[in-house]
């Protein structure tokens, strides 16, 4: 098993006691095991993930204008012995991610709510992986608003608060960025508690009846 970038917030989450994994990364490894075990996959996507996805390429344009720099995008997943990973975009400096917010009062305006964020929703071990993976220093993490578009829109959303409003703050408030720079001593505790998922896993396997037990 190796754990994809986007999950190692939920291993590396501290127990609540004593060391090991803590539950949060037991329920994940459970769910990986039934993934591989019956090809479940949880449908995750929604109008407010659909919305990154469709913005994305506008997104990457006023990033680049906003920080007079020239991200790429990146097709192509790798991997090593423990974790793997397909970051948005990448430089010869840094890795670089886009995060469309839903609206304006979703959207981190000042930078103490862009750094709570990014560690609620696990971006830094995320962009953590990255920076392994792609062996560079610095993983920048972009906050961007943009107007909804109409077909994502439902009932109860107002399309002047989604679109017109929007329009009409400043494009360099528009984006909030958070940066994290690469700590090896993180990377090798990360290579740890994936041993111990390793170990984890085997045993639900064995419960299941999926491998011989010892």
């Not at 090991?20 to 090809?39: F, N, P, R």
């Not at 469709?54 to 007079?68: H, P, Q, S």
């Not at 097709?75 to 430089?91: A, K, T, V």
């Not at 009932?155 to 360099?172: A, C, G, Q, S, W």
Request: glycine share 8%; hydrophobic share 35%.
């Amino acid at each position: 098993m190796k754990i994809r970038c986007s999950s190692i917030h939920k291993l590396m989450t501290k127990p609540r006691s004593g060391g090991g994994l803590s539950e949060t990364a037991k329920t994940m490894i459970k769910q990986h095991v039934i993934e591989d075990a019956y090809g479940h996959r949880r449908d995750i996507g929604n109008k407010y993930t659909k919305k990154g996805q469709m913005l994305e390429d506008e997104a990457i344009r006023v990033i680049g204008l906003v920080t007079a720099s020239m991200p790429r995008k990146h097709q192509g997943r790798l991997e090593n012995e423990w974790i793997s990973g397909e970051c948005d975009l990448i430089d010869d400096s840094s890795i670089r991610d886009t995060k469309c917010s839903w609206s304006i009062e979703t959207y981190p305006f000042f930078q103490c709510d862009a750094d709570k964020a990014v560690k609620e929703s696990g971006y830094d071990w995320q962009g953590r992986g990255y920076m392994w993976l792609y062996d560079r220093p610095v993983h920048h993490v972009h906050y961007v608003l943009l107007p909804t578009p109409f077909d994502l829109l439902g009932e109860f959303d107002d399309p002047y608060m989604h679109t017109e409003l929007v329009n009409l703050i400043p494009l360099k408030n528009r984006i909030k960025t958070v940066t994290i720079e690469r700590d090896k001593s993180l990377e090798d505790a990360i290579a740890h508690n994936v041993e111990l998922a390793r170990a984890f896993q085997v045993e639900l396997m064995k419960e299941l009846g999926l491998v011989g037990a010892a």
